[in-house]
């Protein structure tokens, strides 16, 4: 017997990034939008633990323990004192690149699909618990819609959303360290008082109102310069995707997948192939936004 969850991928609409806390986190208010792109992870009995991906992107993804998804299947199998023995296969469609939380989502599809396949019994609660442990990103991905993140983006507010808005993402050649773009973002604004992070209200109101050109006024990503700063390449990509008429742009989390709003589908479809034609990026990605979040998919 299997269990297949499919679990989406993730943009931060807006990421107010506050001073690094004494654990060497940073306090957030981190609203996540979920889009449909999908990873399917699938869970099998098997004689131990092992991790396979497939998809265009699969040899960039790491097979051993720390690969998220291994991680959750072993953190819920010690709490329940089962043994981890499964076969995790990941069908990866999320960009291998940063930015789309590909890692995070794998290690909520892993925890979901082996607590069907144990019958755990576990409550959301506790789920969201032992994703939180996993990483920052992770409870949002098992959750999905849109929520705002506090914390380091962990505790979790759902948020409502009005409407379908238009995305087109920009994968970059290569990763950006996540540690590093924070670390980077230390390094910009040391010596000013960084403010506590907070969500704005004209932000969570355009999701409200599913109103995409008020939600274009309001993206905003603290992290941004500091994304800049390491990989200032990404300057073009952003540019290339705001001539072709995109809404806004900005950096999606730590980057480097740059975001960009687009007013409707036709306008999304340009403005991807713009961006596929400035060869300012790896290859682009058309999605919509609110998705579900990590769901067992029934056979
Ligand atoms: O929680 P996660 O493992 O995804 O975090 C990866 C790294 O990103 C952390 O080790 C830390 O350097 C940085 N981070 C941070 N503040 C957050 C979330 C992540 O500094 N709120």
């Not at 633990?49 to 265009?56: D, E, I, Q, W």
């Not at 051993?64 to 010690?78: F, G, I, V, Y």
């Not at 019994?121 to 959750?143: K, M, R, T, W, Y």
């Amino acid at each position: 017997m299997s269990v297949t969850v499919r679990v989406p991928a993730k943009v931060n609409v807006q990421l107010a990034v506050g001073a690094a806390r004494p654990d060497g986190f940073h306090g957030l208010a981190n609203v996540f939008l979920a889009v449909g792109l999908y990873d399917e992870v699938t869970v099998t009995p098997a004689d131990a633990l092992r991790v396979t991906c497939s998809g265009p992107d699969a040899a960039q993804v790491p097979l051993d323990r720390t690969n998220l998804a291994a991680r959750a299947a072993l953190a819920l199998a010690e709490r329940y004192g089962i043994a981890p023995d499964v076969h995790i296969h990941i069908a990866k469609d999320i960009p291998v690149a940063g930015g789309m939380a590909g890692g995070s989502a794998d290690g909520a599809a892993a925890l979901l699909a082996c607590d069907a396949l144990w019958s755990t019994g576990a409550g959301q609660e506790e789920l969201l618990a032992i994703c939180a442990e996993l990483g920052s990103d992770v409870p949002f991905s098992l959750l999905g819609g849109a929520a705002l993140g506090v914390g380091r983006g962990e505790l979790l507010t759902p948020v409502e959303v009005g409407g379908t808005f238009h995305w087109v993402f920009a994968v970059a050649d290569g990763g950006l360290s996540t540690p590093a773009v924070y670390g980077e973002f230390d390094r910009l604004t040391a010596g000013t008082d960084v403010p506590e992070p907070a969500a704005s209200p004209a932000l969570l109101d355009a999701l409200r109102k599913g109103d995409a050109a008020a939600l274009a006024d309001t993206l905003s990503n603290d992290l941004q310069a500091a994304a800049l700063s390491l990989r200032p390449s990404l300057a073009g990509t952003l540019e290339a995707g705001t001539a072709a008429g995109a809404l806004a742009a900005l950096v999606s989390g730590s980057g480097p997948t740059t975001a960009f709003l687009a007013a409707d589908e036709e306008s999304a479809r340009k403005v991807a192939g713009a961006l596929a034609a400035s060869g300012t990026c790896r290859s682009t990605r058309v999605a919509v936004s609110p998705a579900p979040g990590a769901t067992v998919q029934r056979p």
